[in-house]
T-cell receptor, first 112, second 116 residues
Framework: QKEVEQNSGPLSVPEGAIASLNCTYS??????FFWYRQYSGKSPELIMS????GDKEDGRFTAQLNKASQYVSLLIRDSQPSDSATYLC????????????FGKGTMLLVSP | NAGVTQTPKFRILKIGQSMTLQCTQD?????MYWYRQDPGMGLKLIYY???????DKGEVPNGYNVSRSTTEDFPLRLELAAPSQTSVYFC???????????????FGPGTRLTVL
């Protein structure tokens, strides 16, 4: 059974701080990892994807991947109240028809 | 482009009733997916399709059926609705699920279903 684990939170940070969201996965052959943001009552939207070990930066967002530890994280710098949402981590396996396995999500609350 | 559209937005069913959730995408994506999301939970894959005429079960397929006669449409059928099927249903599509490369899934707005 493939599993993706996330702390459900909420993770509370003040405006301007760095928010750190973490995710672990059980399937060692997982190749690609994705972070989706979901506002309350809305559909998920992709904010970051990462395939290789190390860091990947996009604006205020940095995704980090450590395949040896089966660990993925998302850092949000200069957090804004508009970042308050649930962040879903997803892992994709290796086969051509593989699908995404989602974690339960971490709720982030950024206070002004 | 409208992206992924879903109808209806909301629906209340009685136990034992049936219904079809509609999903259409206009991005010419070959892959389409149906998920359900229960409160405080992540997305659970119900069924997916890799192209017209080809469908496969996901993690939680029981109580559901799908068909894919065209690239654009991927309806989800609920037969004999049960309270356990109360959930928010999301349809998604992607242009590829091959190894490597971008497999971003684009999600529809969701259908909120209540079974009483």
């Amino acid at each position: 059974q493939k599993e993706v684990e996330q702390n459900s939170g909420p993770l509370s940070v003040p405006e301007g701080a760095i928010a750190s969201l973490n995710c672990t996965y059980s399937d060692r052959v997982s190749q690609s990892f994705f972070w989706y943001r979901q506002y309350s009552g809305k559909s998920p939207e992709l904010i970051m994807s990462i395939y290789s070990n190390g860091d990947k930066e996009d604006g205020r967002f940095t995704a980090q991947l450590n395949k040896a530890s089966q660990y993925v994280s998302l850092l949000i710098r200069d957090s804004q109240p508009s970042d308050s949402a649930t962040y879903l981590c997803a892992a994709r396996g290796y086969s051509g028809y593989s699908t995404l396995t989602f974690g339960k999500g971490t709720m982030l609350l950024v206070s002004p | 482009n409208a992206g992924v559209t879903q109808t209806p937005k909301f629906r209340i069913l009685k136990i034992g009733q049936s219904m079809t959730l509609q999903c259409t995408q206009d991005m010419n994506h070959n892959y389409m997916y149906w998920y359900r999301q229960d409160p405080g939970m992540g997305l659970k894959l119900i069924y997916y399709s890799v192209g017209a005429g080809i469908t496969d079960k996901g993690e939680v397929p029981n109580g559901y059926n799908v068909s894919r006669s065209t690239t654009e449409d991927f309806p989800l059928r609920l037969e004999l609705a049960a309270p356990s099927q109360t959930s928010v249903y999301f349809c998604a599509s992607s242009y590829s699920s091959g190894t490597g490369g971008n497999v971003e899934q684009f999600f529809g707005p969701g259908t909120r279903l209540t079974v009483l």
